[in-house]
């Protein structure tokens, strides 16, 4: 395939000075990029769609108020946070066989021969990964925590049997219990010890499902095992005179964990509302690692994803005959395969406290960065 010189910064076996690639072949390299990556994420749409479809029939045979519309609905609603997740390597894949395409058709062998450096054929596509990337986290992502909100809800509807049992807000949290005999509604302005000590609490009781029974105030609830712990209490309810209680218990089936797993999860709230609702659940006294862990990952997808190109652009200058092309393919599985196990890693550890927050949701992009920068140098200057 021949290119027209126009394109080029100069003649082909003439060095260019200042090294500037022009902006017809900035633009054409950025498509040609677009273009794949493109194809890949509407290829890992499909795959994922038929396997979590696939997964979402597993989980619900046997029951029968769920049918297969609401198995349709619950994957549409899921699908936007799973391509997420795959996203940084939906732009591996899809710049591999972009700059494969382009080697193959001997455009890149013009262009370097005309005295273009591999970090200047780069820069078109480091510059989308870095635009994919903000407009993933700043517009995609709102829009994929709604529909993961709305996912979850049909899960704890249908898979769960249950919605969650916790609301925080500024104001306070709320939890819910139900049993045998009826609700109970805990409202407290503040909580301690993983949401195991209340404070300032009203207990709203119910009999059946809205009969309202008897409240009770008190300056503390201590969870404990199969019951909550009710110190300097106020008992009060229709037509009765208002007792006051030194200690009394509630019986409970809630547990810490139970508490914990109720919280809105990170995938639920949008990029822009996660710093306030970290605020407000660690003002309630609750850990909020798991949703600062979220959101420094959020912010680290861009530079994921430049990493992404780097290291798809040092496998496919490699690609040379079908063998190589061949070898280049399985050595970038395996390297998507390690930087997903590397990424999870990571994510666990700094979940489980072992690792800074800050260190686990950056170590993957800078390790991908630092990878493909060595490997770019040492196949330019090596």
């Not at 519309?69 to 997420?84: H, N, R, W």
């Not at 009999?207 to 503390?220: L, P």
């Not at 290291?311 to 399985?330: D, E, N, P, Q, Y």
Request: aromatic residues 10%.
């Amino acid at each position: 395939m021949r290119i027209d010189q126009s394109l080029l910064p100069a003649r082909a076996g003439q060095r260019v000075d200042g090294m500037r690639l022009s902006w017809t072949l900035s633009r054409y390299f950025g498509l040609q990029l677009l273009g794949g990556i493109g194809a890949v994420i509407a290829l890992f749409m499909a795959l994922i769609f038929m396997g979590d479809m696939v997964e979402l029939m597993r989980r619900s045979s046997g029951n029968a108020e769920v049918n297969f519309s609401t198995l349709l609905i619950m994957g549409v609603f899921q699908l936007p946070a799973l391509v997420e997740r795959a996203l940084p390597f939906a732009v591996l894949f899809g710049a591999l066989w972009s700059y494969i395409r382009l080697g193959r058709n001997h455009e890149l062998v013009v262009v370097r021969a005309s005295g273009v450096s591999v970090w200047q054929f780069l820069a078109p596509g480091i510059a989308l990964a870095l635009i994919m990337g903000i407009l993933a986290v700043t517009v995609y992502n709102p829009i994929s925590a709604s529909f993961t909100a709305r996912f979850e809800r049909l899960e704890a509807k249908y898979m769960r049997g249950g919605a969650s049992l916790l609301a925080v807000s500024p104001s306070g949290l709320w939890l819910r219990q139900a049993d045998a005999r009826g609700q109970t509604v805990i409202h407290a302005l503040r909580a301690s010890n993983q949401g195991m000590d209340l404070e300032d609490v009203i207990i709203f009781l119910y009999e059946g499902s809205d009969k309202f029974v008897g409240r009770i105030d008190a300056a503390q609830a201590k969870l404990r095992d199969g019951y909550w712990e009710i110190l300097q209490a106020t008992r009060t309810g229709p037509n009765q005179a208002p007792q006051y209680l030194a200690s009394d218990r509630l019986a409970t089936s809630l547990t810490s964990e139970r508490i914990q797993d109720s919280f809105a999860s990170p995938e639920t709230l949008s990029f822009w509302d996660l710093p306030e609702f970290i605020d407000v659940l660690e003002e309630a006294g609750f850990s909020a690692v798991r949703h600062r862990l979220h959101w420094q990952s959020l912010l680290a997808m861009p530079l994921l994803l430049c990493a992404m190109i780097l290291i798809a652009a040092t496998f496919a200058l490699r690609a040379s005959t079908r063998a190589g092309i061949a070898m280049v393919v399985l050595g970038t599985l395996v390297t998507g395969f390690v930087l997903f196990f590397l990424t999870d890693l990571a994510l666990a550890l700094g979940r489980a406290g072992s690792l800074p927050v800050l260190l686990s949701a950056w170590t993957p992009a800078g390790v991908s960065i630092l990878l493909g920068v060595s490997l770019l140098l040492h196949l330019e200057d090596g």
